[in-house]
């Protein structure tokens, strides 16, 4: 069944305080310590979040952009996704300015038609602070979920890390909410403009499993989509839920929050290059990308 009422900690809102904080004893910024290996899979859930705005939806489902289509180059979209991240909240300004003209001729090319059933450009700030808002959104979540939760101070830093999200690209940082308590009331209005309809979906679904092209026996591969879609719908808010049509029950929720909590226990104990992999090779990538010429998205 479909639950309508809010279940689990991914619909607590930012502003929130948290009971008992967790203190890190980590080196880094709140922002690059939430950047590990397994907060990629919270990525599928982001995707959906953000494609549920019908202008950023069709904006990728028609793309023009053949090289940038998650449904056809997954890998290479998601390193894409990884290096945005990493140059948005650890780059330098020479790093940042060229990935922002990398992207800028991709986005160049996402406009609307008169055939298209909404009206978006990729340039749109609107849509890319939605974008930026469901990135911080999902941030604080994994936080949350796999290191704990964040004393008021940490909070504030991770916020405040969080606009360059938005303002790396075309977001002025006067559209970024000033506070955790003002992005909390953005956020609620701007669900009242989340839909998702049977196109959008459909191409969602599969990303929602984290199917792959990749031929593997059904006895494999379904218990694995089991799982991922388990994951997934775990890190969505209840109304993403809904409209995705994911049902979710109390006996799902147990089994997420035991994995969340078997991996929040991995990650304690993993070496520091095996709990940032791939995110301590983004910006080294970059540069490397940048120097021989080689395309950044």
Known sequence: MTVTEPIGGVERLVSAQAAKPHRSRRRGT???????????LAGPANVIMQLARPGVGYGVVESRVESGRIDRHPIKRARTTFTYLAVAT???EAQKAAFRRAVNRA????????????SYHAFDPNLQLWVAACL?????????LLVGDMDEETADEHY???MTLGTTLQVPAEMWPPDRAAFDEYWRAALEKVQIDDTVRDFLYPIAMARVAVPMPPRIRRPLEKVALLITTGFLPQRFRD????????????????LMMTIRVANRVAPKFVRKFPFNLMLVDLDWRIRTRRPLV
């Open 30 to 40: 709140p922002m690059d310590r939430g950047f590990m290996g397994s907060a990629l």
């Open 90 to 92: 650890q780059g330098s």
């Open 107 to 118: 986005h160049a090319q996402v406009y609307s038609t008169d055939d298209s059933p909404v």
């Open 136 to 144: 911080y959104k999902g941030a604080v979540d994994v936080y949350r």
């Open 160 to 162: 405040r890390e969080g």
């Open 243 to 258: 409209e995705m049509q994911l049902p979710w029950d109390a006996r799902r929720q147990r089994w997420f929050d035991r």
